[in-house]
């Protein structure tokens, strides 16, 4: 089994970098910048990639270019906190770039190396989701994940036919330094977890929204 995983130098992604890897799987991570834990792996680090810029990105990528992906997992994320009275533009169209665009573009990208069978996982959050925003706040990460959350929808659609499963994961609140490792649960747990609903993944669940535990999400 051949993986790409997107932001995996730390946090989440590098969870699920030791968990396939722990299954012997041919692990790649992409990132900006590495780190001493991701190079400690046996995965193939593919460093420079940044998906918030469109121009770069397909030259980023071409060491995957022959490399064919049974699963792809978009993990890159950013985080910001805006309110309605405190708010600057450029930081939502920074989530906007990484949380919502990049998947897209690094999935059109490296589509033709997915074959029939292969799944698509991208990294999204229950705070993309209307019904279950209690709170408000959060301008930018809200918004950019209902997008990707839109865009998730429209992949599974289109990709069906391919025979290519697509899934949109919540990973938990999890102790990661994006929220000040103030989560509930680990990197590790999240990482089972997600890598269980990529698993139980078909095209008959194609384009659902589900939590790391299973639990199927509300739009």
């Given at each position: 089994?051949?993986?790409?995983?997107?932001?995996?130098?730390?946090?989440?992604?590098?969870?699920?970098?030791?968990?396939?890897?722990?299954?012997?799987?041919?692990?790649?991570?992409?990132?900006?910048?590495?780190?001493?834990?991701?190079?400690?792996?046996?995965?193939?680090?593919?460093?420079?990639?940044?998906?918030?810029?469109?121009?770069?990105?397909?030259?980023?990528?071409?060491?995957?270019?022959?490399?064919?992906?049974?699963?792809?997992?978009?993990?890159?994320?950013?985080?910001?906190?805006?309110?309605?009275?405190?708010?600057?533009?450029?930081?939502?169209?920074?989530?906007?770039?990484?949380?919502?665009?990049?998947?897209?573009?690094?999935?059109?990208?490296?589509?033709?190396?997915?074959?029939?069978?292969g799944k698509i996982g991208l990294m999204t959050s229950r705070m993309g989701s209307m019904t279950d925003n209690g709170s408000g706040g959060y301008y930018g990460y809200?918004?950019?994940?209902?997008?990707?959350?839109?865009?998730?929808?429209?992949?599974?659609?289109?990709l069906k036919a391919k025979g290519i499963a697509v899934a949109l994961l919540h990973p938990g609140f999890v102790q990661t330094e994006m929220v000040n490792n103030a989560?509930?649960?680990?990197?590790?747990?999240?990482?089972?977890?997600?890598?269980?609903?990529?698993?139980?993944?078909?095209?008959?669940?194609?384009?659902?929204?589900?939590?790391?535990?299973?639990?199927?999400?509300?739009?």
């Amino acid at each position: 089994m051949n993986v790409v995983i997107t932001g995996g130098n730390r946090g989440i992604g590098l969870a699920l970098v030791s968990a396939l890897l722990a299954r012997n799987y041919n692990v790649y991570v992409t990132c900006r910048n590495s780190s001493d834990a991701l190079n400690s792996t046996n995965a193939t680090v593919i460093s420079g990639v940044d998906v918030s810029k469109p121009e770069s990105l397909e030259k980023a990528l071409q060491p995957l270019k022959d490399v064919p992906i049974d699963w792809l997992i978009n993990n890159a994320g950013v985080l910001g906190n805006e309110s309605i009275r405190d708010w600057e533009p450029a930081t939502i169209d920074y989530q906007f770039r990484v949380n919502a665009l990049g998947p897209l573009l690094v999935t059109q990208i490296l589509l033709s190396n997915l074959s029939e069978g292969g799944k698509i996982g991208l990294m999204t959050s229950r705070m993309g989701s209307m019904t279950d925003n209690g709170s408000g706040g959060y301008y930018g990460y809200r918004m950019s994940k209902a997008a990707l959350n839109a865009a998730g929808v429209s992949l599974a659609h289109d990709l069906k036919a391919k025979g290519i499963a697509v899934a949109l994961l919540h990973p938990g609140f999890v102790q990661t330094e994006m929220v000040n490792n103030a989560g509930d649960i680990t990197p590790e747990q999240a990482a089972s977890g997600l890598v269980q609903r990529l698993d139980e993944l078909t095209l008959e669940t194609t384009g659902q929204f589900f939590h790391s535990n299973g639990d199927v999400l509300p739009w």
